[in-house]
């Protein structure tokens, strides 16, 4: 049987920085009060040459190394992005462009679960045989869309890129299980007006339409609580193990008390969950594989071990997995 064995990793984030210290000098907060409702003590923005592409393919020449592959070994990109460098043509193909070789790329829209079910849809792929290598990359540059004058939305967001090369493997690693889900109904919880057919570009966008991310926090703060911790129980299950067969849960990096709703939910303690919100901030679909990259480099995961993946996001959409660790002396089946 086919398995998709993550076999890379990789992150990038941008080189600026912004501290609580440098909001309060922008909005109506404090350190203090961010810390207490978020965790979160800094996040890293764009800057002058910063774009999602160019932070994805940073992640993914990383997650190559690691691989010890290069791009002509990979068969399929798949991004999963919001915040794409342009709207006609896929943020994958600007990615492919940039590393060179001749994959079929397409991207995911899936706002911050998006890594996860591209994950799932990747994975498929090589599972089915129609693919041997596939990078998947999660990428978004939100505060292009922040307004610093929101306290509600400019505190919780950053900017990076996570990736990871799956390759076929005959040894059970990769994605075990799966749990997908979304809620049209709550899409006005979390969106951005404009930037759409339906209200296109024009010189009174901005005064018309406030073009920022508009959020709905104790709408999304119920919903996160409740799907994180469900979601994540459901893909334990079906991939037949038990809560204390995992040895790290890797979720969304949004707020801190919703992650330890779900680890509550999960009866899993403090040392089981990957938590690095407070220097990163809320990255999107950047941020499980970033939380996983940075987890996997400083040598949290064994061989064998059972790590959860959970996220949610703008749709409102979720997702959760449970994946097999397996990097070193995976078998790579022929082609």
């Known amino acids: 049987m086919r398995h998709a064995a993550i076999t890379g990793y990789g992150m990038a984030v941008p080189q600026k920085v912004l501290s609580n210290a440098d909001l309060e000098r922008m909005v109506d907060t404090t350190d203090e009060w961010i810390v207490s409702r978020t965790g979160i003590r800094e996040r890293r923005v764009v800057g002058t040459g910063d774009t999602t592409t160019s932070l994805a393919v940073a992640a993914a020449r990383n997650a190559l190394t690691v691989a010890g592959l290069t791009a002509d070994d ?21 990615v492919q462009a940039q590393l060179g070789g001749t994959a079929a790329a397409f991207d995911v829209g899936a706002a911050c679960s998006g890594f996860v079910y591209a ?11 129609l693919h041997q290598r596939v990078l998947v990359i999660g990428v978004d540059t939100l505060t292009r869309f922040i307004d610093y004058t929101d306290r509600a939305t400019c ?8 990736a ?34 339906l209200v296109p570009e024009s010189a009174m966008l901005v005064s018309e339409t406030r073009p920022y991310l508009q959020m709905n926090g104790q709408e999304v703060f119920r919903f996160a609580v409740r799907v994180m911790g469900d979601a994540a129980a459901e893909a334990v299950e079906k991939a037949g193990l038990a809560l204390e067969d995992i040895a790290m849960f890797v979720p969304h990096q949004a707020n801190k008390r919703i992650i330890d709703a779900a680890a509550r939910r999960l009866n899993l303690p403090p040392e089981k969950v990957w938590q690095n919100l407070d220097r ?42 449970v994946v097999r660790w397996g990097v070193a002396g995976v078998p790579r089946l022929n082609q």
Do not use: K
């Open 74 to 94: 990979i068969d399929l990109i798949v991004v999963a992005t919001c915040t794409p460098d342009q709207f006609v043509v896929s943020e994958a193909c600007l």
């Open 119 to 129: 994950l799932s849809v990747a994975s498929l792929y090589i599972q089915q045989g």
């Open 155 to 162: 505190v919780l967001f950053g900017d990076g890129a996570g």
């Open 164 to 197: 990871v090369v799956l390759e076929a493997s005959d040894q059970e690693r990769g994605l075990l299980s799966i749990v997908l889900g979304a809620d049209g109904t709550g899409s006005q919880h979390l969106f951005a007006p404009g930037w759409g057919a």
């Open 280 to 321: 990163y901030g809320n990255t999107s679909a950047a941020s499980v594989p970033i939380a996983l990259a940075e987890a996997a480099h400083d040598g949290r995961f064994e061989e064998g071990d059972n790590l959860v993946l959970v996220a949610f996001g703008a749709g409102l959409a979720w997702a959760a997995g």
